[in-house]
């Protein structure tokens, strides 16, 4: 998929590294507790309704594009 989106940033995150005792850590603040979680985000901003967990490509498929169409129009 980032193959061909290669206008699109995919970040991959350890959350076996990440503090979940401090409030202030990734997964405290983006609400991540499942893996795979997939999050959206443009010019820094969360676009939460995109957000999705587990490992459905389809679901990634149809959010990425969702996502690139809504963002296009800002």
Known sequence: LAKLN?????????IMQDNFKNPESVCNIYGVYSI???D?????KEYPKYKFVGANVKTLVDNVALFLKE???Q
């Open 36 to 38: 795979p979680t997939f």
């Open 40 to 44: 959206f985000f443009y010019l820094g």
């Open 6 to 14: 290669t206008n699109i940033k995919f970040v991959k995150y350890d």
């Open 71 to 73: 963002v296009k129009k």
